[in-house]
């Protein structure tokens, strides 16, 4: 099954990735943060186990994160937990399994001699995990060292704030926009915001412009 969902592999992880996104447009944002995100965190895991189903080691280290996000999640909803132990766990394991899927979207998305609907999906994935990998290093920063990022405009009974403030805050600086209405205002959280913005800078200019480049080659043959 894994073998036939593999030609799908980008469309799969692309879709789980627009979810996460703006799931929160359709369904009501607590129920949205609380239940439905972490839900479809996993469901990203999965798609990227069939990402790199070819890796068979790989396979083996992404079927433990999934192990492990299963085990926090369900952790989370059955114990009214005051330690944020589990938050951590979760957010370790999305943090590595981003870093690992966003460097393989990036190998077979360079390597790949044909370009077509799919691996455009696979390109659009790579920049979205970009912003996703970005994201998890600004909420580690914020929950290790509170206060990092000035504007974020959340309380303790509303955490999932947060997540969605973090969020948007990674893609507004990937994609070089700052409208600076969340500002770093430490000297790690400012260095992760250059980092971000790298990233985008170099995805760009570098694996969108060789794929578009193999588009024009290919298109000048045919």
């Not at 114990?79 to 077979?108: A, C, G, K, P, W």
């Not at 974020?152 to 994609?175: A, G, K, M, N, V």
């Not at 770093?184 to 971000?196: E, F, H």
Request: aromatic fraction near 16%; include cysteine.
């Amino acid at each position: 099954m894994i073998k036939e969902l593999y030609r799908y592999r980008f469309e799969i992880f692309f879709f789980s990735q627009i979810a996460i996104l703006f799931g929160s447009l359709i369904f009501p944002p607590v129920f949205f943060e609380a239940i439905l995100a972490p839900l479809l965190f996993v469901v990203n895991l999965i798609a990227g186990i069939i990402l790199i189903s070819k890796r068979k080691k790989l396979m083996l280290f992404f079927a433990v994160l999934l192990a492990v996000t299963l085990l926090t999640f369900g952790l989370t909803l059955l114990e009214n937990h005051e330690s944020r132990i589990y938050d951590y766990l979760q957010m370790i394991s999305f943090f590595l399994f981003y870093i690992v899927v966003t460097v393989e979207i990036i190998n077979q998305v360079w390597s790949i001699k044909k370009v077509n609907k799919n691996v455009i999906l696979g390109l659009v994935s790579g920049y979205i995990s970009l912003g996703l990998l970005g994201f998890f290093i600004c909420l580690s920063i914020e929950m290790t060292y509170p206060e990092s990022f000035q504007g974020l405009f959340f309380t303790e009974s509303d955490p999932e704030q947060l997540t969605q403030r973090l969020i948007y805050y990674s893609f507004i600086t990937l994609l070089t926009i700052g409208y600076g209405d969340i500002l770093p205002v430490t000297a790690l959280a400012q260095k992760a915001a250059v980092l971000i913005g790298l990233m985008g800078q170099f995805y760009l200019v570098i694996i969108t412009a060789a794929v578009v480049g193999k588009y024009i080659n290919q298109f000048k043959k045919t």
